[in-house]
């Protein structure tokens, strides 16, 4: 894939500009950033999950035995 392939080519700093304005108004600021904070509990949920997975398993504890 070369340069003149790249579907990002014909977009300018201008066009960005223009999106997340778009963006803005539609959503409004405070839409946007508790959004990104959502997302970012979900990174650190996922993150704590999978280290979690990778701990050994503890073995099962033996019942107390009744006393007759």
Known sequence: ??????PMEGLSIWHWIVVIIVVLLL???????????????????????????????VPPTKPAETIE
């Open 27 to 57: 959503f409004g600021r405070g839409k946007v950033s508790g959004l990104m904070g959502d997302v970012a509990q979900g990174i650190k949920a996922f993150r704590k999950g999978m280290s979690e997975d990778e701990k050994p398993p």
């Open 1 to 6: 894939m070369t340069a003149e392939d790249s």
